[in-house]
């Protein structure tokens, strides 16, 4: 498994009964995670003095309930600093169990010793692509969501990369991917994190276990000629490490490379057990 264990302002203290509580800067939520099938005594006292509470409803969807929370806040991670905001629903606009892979493509790139240009896919408020652009790469950020698109150049701006060359894209991601075969553009490295069910700007259905390989198979027709990576993250329940493995190694085996898959996860303090968030597939040429 690989751990995003370099984090200082964000933590997963405990774990129980389909929940976890974690830490983010100094406030503490407690939000649902359906991989927490356990159910352990609450004896961190986190549980009662939390900042904020997303209660999932047993009939899908769910409320938050707030005690001490702004509005929005900001956490880092090294270089890179993050603007959180609490949606409606559960998430805070970050998945800190990334960092595990920024780590990993930032030292591609730094240790690259040319000009590497990263496509970043269904590319979210920007984590992989601060973090790719913090490595010296030049990103080009693709998101269907207008506000996420937003909240990831806020976020560039607070971690001083509002210069840095990122191009922001508000475009559904395969028609995207087909207009830049049809220009004849190249990247040397392609990040995604395809969500489960998606709709592009014009209704544009994407379901995942339908869409995910053509789409790979699709994507290695942008790769240059001396790829540095390319990486599939994914948090569909189905999609096993493997099946990451096999579908990658199918479409990228023109080049000399290597292909590894495993869950990615986060350190539970507590208890010292890794939580698994979803798992991520590599294809690299060393």
Known sequence: MWI????????????SNGEKLERWGKYLLVRPDPQVIWNTQKQHPGWKNKNGHYHRSQKGGGEREFFDLPQQWTIQYKTLTFHLKPFSFKHTGLFPEQAAN???????????????????????????????AAAGASVTHVDASKGMVGWAKENAKSSHLENAPIRWLVDDCVKFVEREIRRGNRYDAIIMDPPSYGRGPKGEIWKIEDSIHPFIQLCTKLLSDDPLFFLVNSYTTGLAPAVLTYMISLELKKWNGYVESQEIGLPVTRTGLILPCGASGRWSQF
Not at 112 to 121: E, H, Q, T
């Open 4 to 15: 995003a264990d370099s984090w200082k302002d964000y933590e997963v203290i405990d774990t």
């Open 102 to 132: 920024w780590d990993w493509f930032s030292e591609k790139i730094k240790h690259a010793n040319r000009p590497i240009k990263v496509l970043n896919l269904f590319a979210y408020t920007g984590g992989a692509t601060l973090a790719a």
